[in-house]
């Protein structure tokens, strides 16, 4: 049977970081991911995790100034230095915590830079940062992002993620499958998830259109369930969802 896990940055997006561990393990799950743990102090957050019984599944690389637009450096040669000291940052409180993969958002593509400068960035950053987190025994994660939500948004699809995978060439690096931004790019879910099972590292899910919780849109998730059972999937599947109402009250698909 599926496991998931609360993702806290869109699920309980209305109360401090600190306080969602604990609404998190109320709601009924076992574990938890989130995007950038970065402000907040890393014993606290230890803390909040061992008082309420949850296991850390995931969290992201620093991604720029994500207030002010940025989402993701990994991409944009003048940014190289940025993107290997996140690195260092990001293994820090991934070893302290326990978390065993961290995921990296390409970003978007400069003006004025071309194709092949992108993806040399690109691949270079993820080596690196691929061998310093397999000294720590740590899986690297590359997610594809729909070109809808975030125009000019470097990586969009599965089949571009594993080109660049392979030219980074380390095992320790896999693909973060969303499924909802899967369905807004190229569908096929079913059919990629089996293809490619061996090269993606963590599942995340919401419904189309509006993002929310399963069942509110057109994916079948009863079917996709069943199918990611079937095919032998062993890892988390993130909650990555906005609750139409508040997440307690829409969670009849958790249930079911």
Same mark, same amino acid.
């Given at each position: 049977?599926?496991?998931?896990?609360?993702?806290?940055?869109?699920?309980?997006?209305?109360?401090?970081?600190?306080?969602?561990?604990?609404?998190?393990?109320?709601?009924?799950?076992? %574990?938890?991911?989130?995007?950038?743990?970065?402000?907040?102090?890393?014993?606290?957050?230890? %803390?909040? $995790?061992?008082?309420?019984?949850?296991?850390?599944?995931?969290?992201?690389?620093?991604?720029?100034?994500?207030?002010?637009?940025?989402?993701?450096? %990994?991409?944009?040669?003048?940014?190289? !230095?940025?993107?290997?000291?996140?690195?260092?940052?990001?293994?820090? *409180?991934?070893?302290?915590?326990?978390?065993?993969? &961290? !995921?990296?958002?390409?970003?978007?593509?400069?003006?004025?830079?071309?194709? %092949?400068?992108?993806?040399?960035?690109?691949?270079? !950053?993820?080596?690196?940062?691929?061998?310093?987190?397999?000294?720590?025994?740590?899986?690297? &994660?590359?997610?594809?992002?729909?070109?809808?939500?975030?125009?000019?948004?470097?990586?969009?699809?599965?089949?571009?993620? $594993?080109?660049?995978?392979?030219?980074?060439?380390?095992? !320790?690096? &896999?693909?973060?499958?969303?499924? *909802?931004?899967?369905?807004?790019?190229?569908?096929? $879910?079913?059919?990629?998830?089996?293809?490619?099972?061996?090269?993606?590292?963590?599942?995340?899910?919401?419904?189309?259109?509006?993002?929310?919780?399963?069942?509110?849109?057109?994916?079948? *998730?009863?079917? $996709?369930?069943?199918?990611?059972?079937?095919?032998?999937?062993?890892?988390?599947?993130?909650?990555?969802?906005?609750?139409?109402?508040?997440?307690?009250?829409?969670?009849?698909?958790?249930?079911?």
């Amino acid at each position: 049977m599926p496991k998931f896990a609360a993702n806290l940055t869109m699920l309980f997006a209305e109360v401090p970081f600190l306080d969602r561990f604990e609404r998190a393990a109320a709601a009924g799950f076992d %574990a938890v991911e989130f995007q950038f743990p970065y402000g907040h102090d890393v014993t606290e957050i230890r %803390a909040r $995790l061992d008082a309420n019984g949850l296991k850390p599944v995931l969290h992201n690389l620093p991604a720029g100034d994500w207030e002010h637009g940025d989402r993701g450096i %990994a991409c944009q040669p003048d940014r190289r !230095n940025a993107f290997r000291a996140g690195v260092a940052r990001a293994m820090d *409180y991934a070893i302290a915590l326990g978390v065993p993969r &961290l !995921n990296c958002l390409a970003g978007k593509a400069p003006d004025g830079v071309g194709a %092949a400068v992108l993806r040399a960035t690109l691949v270079d !950053n993820l080596r690196f940062a691929a061998e310093m987190l397999a000294k720590a025994g740590l899986e690297l &994660l590359v997610e594809p992002v729909n070109n809808r939500d975030i125009p000019g948004f470097y990586l969009s699809r599965t089949d571009q993620a $594993l080109d660049i995978l392979e030219a980074v060439g380390m095992g !320790n690096v &896999l693909v973060q499958y969303d499924v *909802y931004h899967a369905q807004r790019t190229e569908g096929e $879910l079913a059919a990629t998830l089996e293809r490619h099972l061996e090269r993606i590292g963590h599942i995340q899910i919401a419904d189309n259109p509006g993002r929310h919780e399963p069942g509110t849109g057109e994916i079948n *998730y009863p079917f $996709l369930f069943a199918h990611i059972d079937r095919i032998g999937y062993q890892g988390w599947i993130g909650c990555e969802y906005i609750p139409r109402a508040t997440t307690e009250a829409g969670l009849g698909w958790l249930r079911r």
